[in-house]
């Protein structure tokens, strides 16, 4: 189920599904997408873990394909170019503060780091998520409901009956 067009889709399975997403994906549109994925429960421990911070609203998740970034001096460094700083991290995603709020400065961050893809969502955004698929639970959504981030150099798109629509050339993430 889309949750909004910048590629998060949220969908009842495992993570094995969203290979099987993204390969119908390519079918369908003939574009490639890196896939991440974290459990809606995994990304609500997140968020918990961040939103009472008074920086929330500056805070956003990172996803990426690789093990946990150790947050040293060296990353740091990297992260402060970019303007934030790296405070969280565990096996495929990281939490990171901009300067400003309203910025994604985390995504090259990792992509440089991890030499890899990655994609991102705000804390305001993830709370936005979060809120209306718990209730969606209420009304048989399970707990092994995933989040999937396509992480995209051009936002998808989807039609209203639900449909994929290939990106739009000169869009921006």
Same mark, same amino acid.
């Given at each position: 189920?889309p ?21 119908? %994906?390519?079918a369908? @549109? ?9 459990? %809606? ?6 968020? /918990?873990?961040?939103?009472? @911070?008074?920086?929330? $609203?500056? #805070? ?5 394909? #690789?093990?946990?970034?150790? %947050?040293? @001096?060296t ?5 402060? #170019? ?16 901009? &300067?400003?709020?309203? &910025? /994604? $400065?985390?995504? +090259? ?18 709370? =936005? ?25 051009? +936002? ?8 994929? =629509?290939?990106?739009? #050339?000169?869009?921006?993430?």
């Amino acid at each position: 189920m889309p949750f909004q067009s910048n590629g998060t889709v949220v969908f009842e399975g495992d993570a094995e599904r969203a290979q099987d997403a993204a390969l119908a %994906l390519a079918a369908h @549109a003939g574009v490639e997408r890196e896939v991440f994925t974290l459990t %809606l429960d995994r990304v609500r421990d997140i968020v /918990s873990d961040h939103d009472p @911070a008074p920086d929330a $609203n500056r #805070r956003e998740l990172t996803l990426h394909a #690789r093990n946990r970034i150790t %947050l040293d @001096a060296t990353a740091q460094t990297d992260a402060g #170019r970019r303007r934030c700083v790296l405070l969280d991290t565990g096996v495929g995603w990281v939490v990171s503060l901009n &300067e400003r709020a309203r &910025e /994604s $400065n985390a995504t +090259p961050v990792l992509e440089r780091l991890t030499g890899a893809p990655a994609t991102s969502s705000g804390i305001p955004t993830l709370e =936005r998520l979060i809120d209306r698929f718990s209730r969606g639970r209420r009304s048989g959504v399970s707990a092994r409901t995933s989040a999937v981030h396509f992480a995209v150099a051009d +936002p998808l798109s989807f039609d209203t009956d639900g449909g994929f =629509r290939p990106p739009r #050339r000169g869009a921006h993430s």
